[in-house]
């Protein structure tokens, strides 16, 4: 039997994941939190061990708004509901991450970039959302190339993951993901409340409410995935939980959430399978001492796998890899 593997993954996207649904000064305080806790994370991935994926919003690459307005796709997302598009606001932005920390973050790209084991994914250009009326595939594969030219130019590398805005993704889109040279993408948990969906679709009560009793109760079952299967590329490596912040208001329910974790963690570890764990930056923005202690003991859950059962830390695009290298393997021996 294979070993399992614990896989995190990041959505790095700052005000442009949530410029439609909250505005700047109602997400402030968890944004700018977002930037202390990117080093905090990264201290404590290093702490134990842990490879994870940073699936990042192209925009926040610029070092300047000239230089970002320099950057932008010809082709741009032509949704049906206009004010999903950032491209109206862009005059709004200011002029660089010095004055304007939640649209541009060089800095902290670069940090995550530069400590071992970090994998720089994307979160697409403009936060782009694949199931939203009126957008089409050309514009997606602008939005795409326009990402991977602006971090080749950042950071040195195109990226090799992509997770998906809001989860939103068609066969189509993966198609564009795989001429670009994507290996690996988030999928969603095997359960309907978490099937990809336009907005209005994924945020009705019902699937709202399932959803957050889930994370304390197993109500959708235990979700994980095999360490071998298909090699179709982009390689699905689906999501298993998110890692929903601290809340006070429900804090009493903490252990069952701990529990809700560890147990698909240890369950993963003892039958080799793929653990995935997701979160945003800015989740930890607000009650970080909170937040972080929780994380430490997930990771402590992991770290016990990893001596017991030799659980493996990996990147989307290690799970990816590694499939393909044993796909070929079988292959060479026929």
Do not use: K
């Not at 084991?117 to 694949?130: K, R």
């Not at 430490?296 to 290690?318: Q, Y």
Request: proline share 6%; with cysteine.
């Amino acid at each position: 039997m294979s070993a399992g593997a614990f896989v995190i993954s990041l959505d790095f996207e700052q005000h442009w994941g949530m410029r439609d649904v909250h505005t700047i000064e109602r997400s402030r305080a968890a944004l700018l939190g977002a930037r202390a806790a990117v080093s905090a994370l990264l201290a404590l991935f290093t702490e134990f061990d842990v490879r994870a994926t940073w699936a990042t919003v192209g925009l926040l690459f610029f070092a300047s708004r000239r230089e970002m307005l320099a950057s932008l796709p010809a082709r741009r997302p032509s949704y049906a509901a206009a004010g999903l598009s950032p491209y109206a606001d862009l005059s709004a932005v200011g002029e660089s991450e010095a004055d304007d920390p939640f649209h541009f973050a060089p800095s902290l790209i670069r940090r995550i970039a530069d400590t071992p084991g970090q994998e720089i994914a994307t979160h697409t250009f403009s936060h782009y959302y694949c199931c939203e009326p009126g957008q089409t595939v050309d514009e997606f594969r602008a939005d795409l190339e326009a990402a991977c030219r602006v971090a080749r130019r950042t950071i040195g590398r195109a990226p090799e993951s992509i997770v998906f805005p809001r989860n939103q993704m068609t066969p189509a889109h993966l198609a564009v993901c795989r001429d670009v040279g994507l290996v690996a993408y988030r999928g969603n948990p095997d359960h309907w409340a978490y099937r990809a969906a336009r907005r209005d679709v994924a945020q009705s009560p019902l699937r709202r409410a399932l959803r957050l009793a889930d994370v304390y109760v197993p109500l959708t079952g235990m979700h994980s995935a095999p360490t071998d299967g298909g090699v179709a590329l982009p390689v699905d490596v689906p999501a298993s939980r998110y890692l929903r912040p601290w809340s006070r208001a429900l804090r009493a329910l903490e252990p069952l959430r701990l529990r809700r974790i560890t147990a698909e963690l240890e369950a993963a570890a003892q039958r080799g399978r793929v653990f995935h764990l997701w979160w945003h930056p800015h989740d930890f923005g607000l009650h970080p001492r909170e937040n972080l202690g929780f994380l430490r003991r997930v990771l402590a859950c992991f770290a016990r796998g990893r001596e017991r059962a030799g659980m493996e830390s990996l990147t989307m695009s290690d799970v990816a890899r590694r499939r393909i290298g044993r796909a070929e393997e079988r292959a060479a021996c026929r």
